[in-house]
């Protein structure tokens, strides 16, 4: 059974940092395409960063410069740093394996 549990998520005041980390079960990680997604109220989900097997990163232009995506294949999990957050960050925040599978999500909240 493939599970994607992610975890990092929370209230932080704009300019904040958070981390956010996807752990996988019953999949190997490192062989697939990982990507962040993230939805906003009334708002259709929408790709943030992802990175392929061989370690290439793409960006959504929103979050270019501010936002790291990386891989720990030793743990299994991939992660998403997420440096000067603006309001329009907040979202639920889910990670999708290429195999399709999706993580629960995680909330995340920018505000004063």
Request: proline content about 3%; overall charge positive; some cysteine.
């Amino acid at each position: 059974q493939v599970q994607l549990v992610e975890s990092g998520g929370g209230l932080v005041q704009p300019g904040g940092s958070l981390r956010l980390s996807c752990a996988a079960s019953g999949i190997i990680l490192s062989i697939y395409t990982m990507g962040w997604y993230r939805q906003a109220p009334g708002k259709q989900r929408e790709l943030v960063a992802s990175i392929t097997s061989g370690g290439t990163t793409n960006y959504a232009d929103s979050v270019k410069g501010r936002f790291t995506i990386s891989r720990d294949n030793a743990k299994n999990t991939v992660y998403l740093q997420m440096n000067s957050l603006k309001p329009d960050d907040t979202a639920v925040y889910y990670c999708r394996c290429a195999m399709g599978y999706w993580g629960q999500g995680t909330q995340v909240t920018v505000s004063s």
